[in-house]
């Protein structure tokens, strides 16, 4: 089960920070030409998502690895579990349901390592 526990994570982590730091880097009328939800917010608002995700993805990895707070891993799996809980409800709300089997799977393996790391596993 470790085993599983740090792949998924590592795959959620690269994924997160990679997302993280475009929404951070790219300026939001690029974003919009492939995420139509930056459309709804502030370039602000946008940088935050993008924080929060790398923050994230740095959280799923760095304190289960070096042994400080490990308890900040299962957390940011949390976290990241309701960002893509709201994900999905722009996506349900603005009729775009092309973006959302992204989302419930990157939901799912959050969830994941969010309950195992959680009962310490």
């Known amino acids: ?7 998924v994570s590592g795959l959620l982590a690269a994924l997160f920070l990679m997302a993280g730091i475009a ?18 917010y502030s370039p602000a608002g946008v940088k935050l998502v993008g ?5 994230g993805g740095i959280g799923l990895i760095l304190p289960q690895l070096t042994g400080i707070l490990p308890v900040l891993t299962p957390l940011a799996a949390a976290g990241l ?9 722009w996506h349900v709300r603005h009729d775009d ?20 790391r959680f009962i310490g596993l």
């Open 23 to 40: 929404k951070m880097s790219t300026p939001k009328e690029k974003l919009a030409e492939k995420m139509a939800w930056v459309n709804d």
């Open 1 to 7: 089960m470790q085993i599983a526990l740090w792949i």
């Open 97 to 116: 349901a092309k973006a959302i089997g992204m989302n419930i799977a990157l939901l799912a393996a959050s969830l994941f390592v969010a309950v195992f």
């Open 81 to 89: 579990a309701v960002v893509m809980v709201l994900a999905i409800i």
């Open 51 to 55: 924080l929060a995700e790398a923050l």
